[in-house]
């Protein structure tokens, strides 16, 4: 069964100190869908997830998937700082975290994407970062906190030279070395909380140093110093060793003049000469006569050329071996600077270039290939992982540099394992760091663990520098902690590529020792595959050091299923699986079936117990074969246990079992809307008892009603991991419907229920509801909620058709009142209910549009009037609108054709939401949305929105699965806009209206905003505090679907010969019916004998007196006019003027301009009600029950007036005046 487990990150802080990673089924239920998690220690936040083939999440929902997996306050955001595409065809996107737009420094992550899919995540995101958000001194006043922190004494912006040096730099008149704040968000590691700072680059000249300072925004502290140049250790005596003879490119300048400048390399490679000076601004170029450079003289301008060439090999190293276009992969220009300062036994990386100190009297210049491959290192992590240069990070900082520099020197010459040998003395030995006084074990012998040297950066990448070592070349021998290893090398370009892609995809800028292994390990497994040597080399390379584990080859074979026993078959089986390292698989069913489908579906179609076998084969990796015995069970035994369906619904009507979510005893899944159904046959009601629950609070949820359909009673909306009404919920009607909805986002555990149904033992006790009882629409949905287990029923809607269905549809065509009777049955008996005048139909009457005609092929133009807007049609059915209005010119035309007309009345507009932004709030430039529910169809015209700007805003509306259903640009102003949308949004639940950078209010927010009948705004789209915020759209304007009449044809006649006038009549005295029947037919003129007329091809005429009348038809066609004269005689016409005076029967008010009401008095033997107009067309026809004495009735549909009620049944009838008047 389904375990109660929350995905709520709060999950993590139980877990402690236990493992920090988690596979297969375990990773899925802390992170749905993932099949790698891993957990900082510390945060106790995912810091690592990769999710399951076919489970990645789509790239464009990252943002918010983000927001709701962390819990991200608001102001939070992410920032991309860059992207790169590998040889694997994954593109990795580094990005920062902000808080209000504000950098956070420690909150970087890489997102790892393939064909737009997530397919795995790292790095940390702090949420209550978000706090940090006050400041209480300026930024002059943080500035000066900043210099008395580094106390120079003279600063590189107080220096002419220096200030002309970087704008010719950066090429920008206006850059400087003044340093300018920006601000950012750091963590205080004394009181462990995040601070809003100010960050300066400080750059002093004397005594030199270069640091990013942060200031404390608040008091002044000084929180962090991020030292940005990275240099080597300084030294004491050592012998002088070169490259010898290479070949370099130089810049010609002149036919005798050579300087050491190339363009051919990215952006160039430039080296420059400083004269033992100190400002970069005073640096000339290196020349020569011939561009055979071997200025060997007193200044030892020979080593310019080591430097010159060490970059060149550095930049042609990272392309030809890693794809890179310098350190930025941009073309980055690489420029050194040669002779720096006197006796400056130091080279390092100042954040934009390379600088070389001459050394001393024992020591020489320090140019070795070795070292400048290491310098520039420093800026490819810079713009990279921007490693901390603080402890372990800075630690690594300096490993990788030691790495790539050595990695460089194996490149361009012979290399070695030493750094700095060349200067005559060894800095560092990655073959044996211990010889140098460096560490080779984590946390083990020469390990430093003080403040000095940023942390001991320098001592302690040892340990990472013999990591690489053994990775690459191989070892053996016992670490510090008595581990005994044993590594097979894999060369150093194998290594290399491990390590670089691990730096360059995966670490930021807080990665730690731990992290560099993790990584090292997936980009081996990425490069070389699963149970490679480079994988195990990285393993136990690892493990010599004291990082880790030794290496532990093999396949491992596992899978599960959400279902194991069913009670019937045929039973559809969804394997999961969760084997590690395999490449092909092979499943056997245990009932003669098998597949090679990585997760298959099996269909089993007999009872039984079936064993089920998984053998996976792993390549190299070897294989694994796991068979779990009678794992599948069909036994009628068996509870029944069903899914919830994964799309659509489903029906359930046994008695007992067991219900799940759709995902079964996994998660449910993203972006589902599905109903389920429990109806057993004959039951009385049915209880659902539930031992687990969890859905996302606020996005996700479950509703339940009491009957078969959404249209019963609403139970209850349940999301959160309460059981719904305490465990137990209960549908009296015998049935008992479950619909889910969950958005795309994060998912929970869901749910399990097991089900019990009453069969009822007494007659059924009928019940039913309607959509809409006053429709001008004509068409009402009927839902059954008769208790104790009907099995049939039978509808009567009033207007003589019946229908046997459970839950009809029936359409209306004529306006009235109409009592609707249903009658329920079980095998115990039946009960009847009926509502009287329960469904009013009010359509809008047709309009008035007589037929037109012509004489050979042309355009003609169609008349119609009504008391609405005139929509014209080509059919019946078409939903395309030809024109609007009452005239409407057809095309040219060469034989005749029929149109169709309808009158449609616009529904009045109301307000709802928010009316104005009143109350606390600012403008946002970030996505968000309201949440509502439509109870029926709504057209949404316009909404109120504030910007601080004027321009163009996206407005986006999507249905409860985040499908985009409609979207709008607007134009704003700044200040207040009224926008029209004209959106029309179906009945349903959970619609999103988005935007951004609108005003916004946090606080004074009142949940809901509802409008009865029409829309309830539920809350907002926030991940933390979702009622504590309104988004963006105010005062909406919104009106129902507008009021539509039937539709009229009216013909467009085209003749080629003149009409034969024909018609005939049916006598209903005092009512005649009339229809032209001419040849050639054409525009119709009737005139009825009694000083009436008409212009319609089938009118309908009432006689108010007795009579013989000469009824004449004139018909013109365009080609000619012909005429028909019958007779018709009408006796029943006697009294009809004052019938009103004469008839017991009594209508008031009359006149009237609305409701009206008719008092049978003793004439209750009437079965049918008519109204007619003056000119005898039939508006409103209805059955009524003999046992009503009156009937109330309204006239808002009638145009002012005379008409003509007929009280009617099969052997007599009456008619009674009524005097309709204009509404006031």
Wanted: charged share 15%; glycine share 8%; hydrophobic share 35%.
């Amino acid at each position: 069964m389904k375990q109660l487990l929350l995905l709520s990150l709060s999950i993590f802080l139980w877990m402690g100190l236990i493992a920090q990673e988690y596979y297969g089924i375990e990773a899925d239920k802390l992170i749905s869908g993932a099949s790698n998690v891993r957990i900082d220690q510390k945060s106790k936040l995912p810091t690592y997830i990769e999710f399951r083939q076919g489970k990645e999440i789509e790239f464009s929902i990252l943002d918010t998937w983000l927001k709701r997996i962390y819990k991200m306050p608001e102001n939070c955001a992410f920032v991309e700082m860059n992207r790169q595409t590998d040889q694997l065809g994954f593109t990795h996107i580094r990005y920062r975290q902000t808080v209000n737009n504000v950098m956070v420094r420690d909150a970087m992550f890489m997102a790892h994407i393939k064909n737009n899919k997530v397919h795995s995540i790292n790095g940390l995101l702090i949420p209550n970062a978000a706090s940090a958000t006050t400041k209480s001194i300026t930024e002059a006043q943080a500035l000066q906190f900043a210099l008395n922190k580094v106390n120079a004494k003279v600063y590189k912006w107080e220096l002419p030279e220096e200030e002309a040096w970087i704008k010719s730099y950066k090429e920008d008149p206006k850059a400087t070395f003044y340093p300018k704040a920006e601000m950012s968000v750091i963590k205080n590691k004394k009181s462990n909380q995040y601070r809003l700072t100010y960050k300066f680059d400080i750059y002093a000249h004397k005594p030199m140093s270069r640091a990013d300072i942060y200031v404390d925004a608040q008091n002044g502290d000084i929180l962090f110093v991020n030292d940005k140049i990275h240099h080597t250790d300084s030294i004491g005596t050592a012998n002088t060793k070169y490259s010898g003879v290479k070949t370099i490119t130089a810049d010609y300048v002149s036919p005798n003049s050579f300087r050491l400048r190339e363009s051919g390399r990215g952006n160039g490679i430039e080296t420059y000469d400083m004269n033992n000076g100190t400002s970069y601004g005073s640096a000339v170029d290196f020349t020569d006569s011939n561009n055979v450079w071997n200025n060997y003289n007193a200044n030892k301008d020979e080593v310019a050329t080591d430097a010159h060439w060490g970059m060149e090999m550095t930049y042609d190293y990272y392309l030809n071996k890693h794809n890179r276009n310098s350190i930025d992969g941009n073309g980055f220009a690489l420029k050194g600077y040669v002779h720096y300062d006197n006796n400056y036994v130091n080279a390092y990386w100042n954040g934009q270039v390379m600088t070389f100190g001459d050394g001393n009297s024992s020591v020489d210049p320090l140019v070795p290939i070795d070292i400048v491959g290491h310098e520039i290192t420093h800026g490819l992590t810079s713009n990279t992982a921007d490693l901390d240069y603080q402890d372990e990070s800075g630690a690594m900082n300096e490993a990788y540099s030691d790495i790539f520099g050595t990695a460089i020197e194996h490149y361009g010459k012979t290399g070695n394992w030493t750094m700095g040998e060349d200067i005559n003395f060894i800095i560092r030995n990655m073959a044996d760091p211990k010889s140098m006084g460096d560490p080779d074990t984590y946390l083990g012998t020469n390990y430093y663990l003080g403040s000095a040297d940023n942390g001991g950066v320098h001592t302690n990448s040892g340990v990472l520098n013999y990591w690489f070592y053994l990775t690459s070349e191989g070892g053996t021998g016992v670490n510090d902690n008595l581990d005994t290893f044993n590594v097979v090398g894999v060369g150093i370009d194998t290594a290399a590529a491990i390590a670089f892609r691990t730096l360059t995809v995966y670490l930021t800028n807080t990665s730690q020792y731990a992290d560099a292994r993790f990584y090292s390990i997936k980009s081996a497994i990425e490069l070389y595959g699963p149970c490679s040597s480079p994988v195990e080399a990285v393993t136990n390379a690892f493990y010599a050091v004291g990082i880790g584990g030794k290496y532990v080859d093999g396949v491992h074979a596992d899978f599960t299923t959400a279902i194991t026993e069913y009670c019937a078959p045929p039973a559809s089986v969804e394997f999961v699986n969760l084997s590690s390292n395999g490449i092909n698989y092979q499943w056997l069913f245990g009932d003669g079936g098998n597949s090679t489908q990585y997760q298959p579906t099996h269909t089993y179609n007999n009872y039984g117990s079936y064993n089920v076998t998984l053998i996976v084969d792993g390549g190299s990796c070897g294989s694994d074969t796991l068979t779990k015995s009678e794992y599948i069970s069909i036994d009628s035994q068996n509870p029944c246990i069903v899914n919830m369906p994964s799309t659509g619904s489903s029906t359930i009507t046994s008695c007992t079992g067991y219900l799940y979510d759709e995902g079964g005893n996994g998660n449910y899944s993203n972006g589902t809307n599905v109903k389920t159904t429990i109806a057993p046959v004959g039951a009385s009601s049915v209880s659902l008892t539930f031992t687990s629950f969890g859905y996302e609070s606020g996005y996700d949820y479950l509703k339940i009603y009491d009957g078969t359909s959404t249209s019963a009673p609403l139970i209850g909306t349940y999301d959160g991991s309460q059981l719904p009404n305490g465990g137990t919920v209960t549908a009296n009607s015998g049935a008992i419907t479950l619909q889910q909805f969950t958005d795309n986002m994060i998912t929970d555990i869901g749910f399990v229920a097991s089900w019990q149904c009453v069969v009822a033992t007494v007659p059924p006790v009928s019940s039913f509801t309607a959509d809409d009882t006053v429709s001008c629409v004509g068409l009402i949905n009927f839902t059954d909620n008769s208790t104790n287990g009907p099995t049939s029923w039978l509808w009567e809607f009033g207007d003589g058709t019946t229908s046997t269905q459970k839950n009809p549809s029936h359409t209306y065509t004529s306006n009235g009142y109409y009592d609707v009777k249903l009658t329920a049955t079980n095998a115990y008996g039946n009960n009847t209910i009926v509502k009287s005048a329960y469904i009013h139909i009010n359509k809008p009457l047709a309009p008035y549009a007589p037929n037109k005609a012509r004489c050979n092929s042309g355009s003609m133009q169609l008349h119609a009037s009504a008391n609405g807007l005139v929509k014209w049609y080509s059919s019946a059915t078409s939903q395309t609108v030809l024109d609007t209005g009452m005239t409407f010119t057809t095309p040219n035309l060469s034989q005749s054709t029929s149109y169709w007309v309808e009158n449609e009345i616009a529904s009045p507009m109301v307000n709802a939401g928010k009316a104005t932004k009143a109350g606390p709030g600012s403008y946002l430039n970030a996505q968000q949305s309201l949440i509502f529910d439509v109870y029926k169809t709504l057209i949404l015209d316009s909404v109120t929105v504030y910007a601080s700007s004027a321009g163009s805003r996206i407005i986006t509306l999507r249905n409860s699965a985040g499908t985009v259903i409609a979207t709008k640009t607007v134009n704003v102003i700044a200040g207040e806009t009224q926008v029209y949308l004209g959106f029309t949004i179906p009945a349903g639940t959970d619609y999103s209206l988005g935007g951004k950078n609108m005003f916004r209010n946090n606080a004074g927010v009142n949940y809901p905003y509802t409008m009865s009948g029409y829309l309830s705004i539920k809350r907002s789209s926030a991940s933390s505090n979702p009622l504590g915020y309104y988004y963006y759209f105010y005062d909406w304007k919104v009106r129902k679907a507008p009021c539509v009449s039937n539709r009229v044809e009216v013909h467009a006649y085209i003749n080629n010969a003149a009409p034969t006038a024909d018609f005939i009549l049916t006598n209903n005295d005092p009512y005649v019916d009339f229809s032209d029947m001419s040849t050639n037919p054409g525009a119709s003129s009737w005139d009825f004998g009694d000083g009436q007329g008409s212009t319609l091809g089938q009118p309908t005429h009432l006689y108010l007196q007795n009579g013989t009348y000469s009824v004449t038809l004139t018909v013109n066609n365009g080609c000619g006019t012909d005429s028909k004269t019958k007779s018709v005689t009408i006796g029943s016409a006697t009294g009809i003027d004052n019938a009103s005076e004469k008839s017991t029967i009594k209508v008031y008010p009359n006149p009237t301009s609305g409701k009206f009401t008719i008092d049978l008095g003793d004439h209750l033997n009437y079965t049918m009600i008519s109204v007619y107009d003056f000119m005898g067309k039939l508006l409103i026809q209805k059955q009524i029950d003999s046992t009503f004495k009156t009937i109330n009735m309204n006239a808002n549909q009638l145009s002012s007036g005379m008409y003509f009620i007929r009280l009617s049944n099969d052997n007599q009838f009456e008619d009674i005046k009524l005097m309709v008047t204009p509404n006031k």
